[in-house]
């Protein structure tokens, strides 16, 4: 008969064994979860990034040069910035060679208050005014025309506008960055329409935002914000009704490096297809989706060099498929092209 200590040791042995046995699935199941998390919140690839093509622009006051560029847009064949700290709008071609500009800091009629987003439609281009509480309305040789909004939280006023859109029979959407809303305004005198998310209130709830900093509309009156410090995309109908959010887990205000997540949004725009860019302000690149939110490529990277972003604020998309994006912190524009 065995000695009792020998029988001690023996189960002792035992229940390590099971003990190890037990870590080990343990192990492996966190890893399956892990992975299957992986594959949940973070999606591969589905198109090849985009080709860097060339940048333009430093920091200064003179033609070319910018001081925080915020906003850009595309019309034809020239792009629009919005050079926020020196107050004016600069226009280039295609390939960035400049054209002129329109616009001085102020607060009167054809000066601009740190000018933020832009949008243009039929021959005009609305800019969203943060400092002067309004959305201004230029032709595009920089003649002044109307302006939309006056300073406050009630119907149709704003409190640092961000970001601006333009539906087809003209009404235009606000993105009413300390209001916590995106106000729909008439098209003729700015009248109030209607509202999403709670002014003042900030949530992380569907139809709230955290900060709204842009909005695009797609053909089909898709409305996307830009839900800024929320880190995600909201999407809704033409009817108004809450559609899609996304960006990181559940779209709940997690941010982070990966694909598909954010870490504070700051731009959106639709291209001729249909698909959403999002410039991803602190993680320096511009991701690309479907207009449901799938996730195709990202394309950027930090730095000065070429390609790399010191914080990228805006995008938009040319007709042909050229990308322009705004490199906020290198005081630049960047061009980008599909990888063939």
Do not use: C
Not at 113 to 126: D, K, Q, S
Not at 133 to 162: W, Y
Not at 210 to 217: C, G, I, Q, R, S
Request: aromatic share 12%; hydrophobic share 40%.
């Amino acid at each position: 008969m065995p000695a009792s200590g020998s029988t001690s040791h023996r189960r002792s042995g035992i229940t390590l064994s099971r003990a190890f046995g037990l870590s080990r699935y343990v192990a492996v199941a966190a890893a399956a979860l892990v992975a299957g998390a992986w594959l949940a919140f973070v999606p591969s690839p589905r198109e090849a990034p985009y080709r860097f093509v060339a940048a333009w622009g430093e920091q200064g006051s003179g033609p070319g040069e910018f001081h925080d560029p915020i906003g850009i847009a595309v019309a034809g064949s020239e792009v629009y910035v919005s050079d926020s700290r020196n107050g004016r709008i600069q226009v280039f071609d295609l390939e960035g060679r400049f054209k002129r500009h329109f616009g001085t800091p102020g607060t009167g009629v054809g000066e601009l208050g740190r000018p933020m987003n832009l949008a243009i439609h039929r021959g005009e281009i609305y800019v969203a005014e943060y400092f002067n509480d309004r959305v201004q309305v230029f032709a595009l040789d920089g003649t002044p025309k109307r302006a939309i909004g006056r300073t406050g939280g009630g119907p149709g006023e704003l409190n640092a506008p961000a970001g601006v859109a333009v539906a087809a029979n003209g009404d235009v959407f606000v993105a009413d960055f300390h209001n916590q809303r995106v106000q729909r305004l008439k098209a003729d005198d700015g009248g109030f329409v209607r509202l999403w998310g709670t002014t003042g209130r900030i949530g992380v709830r569907a139809g709230e935002f955290n900060y709204p900093t842009d909005v695009a509309l797609a053909r089909d009156g898709t409305l996307y914000v830009a839900d800024g410090y929320n880190d995600r995309i909201q999407a809704f109908g033409p009817d108004g009704a809450f559609r899609v959010k996304w960006g990181g887990p559940f779209a709940i205000n997690i941010f982070g490096p990966f694909n598909g997540w954010f870490a504070t949004v700051t731009g959106v725009a639709i291209d001729e297809s249909g698909n959403v860019f999002v410039a991803d302000f602190y993680n320096h690149r511009i991701q690309k989706f479907t207009a449901d939110g799938v996730f195709l490529t990202s394309f950027g990277g930090q730095g000065q060099g070429p390609g790399e972003f010191n914080y990228a604020i805006a995008v938009a998309s040319a007709d042909d498929g050229t990308v322009f994006a705004v490199d906020y912190g290198n005081h630049r524009i960047q061009k980008w092209r599909p990888a063939r």
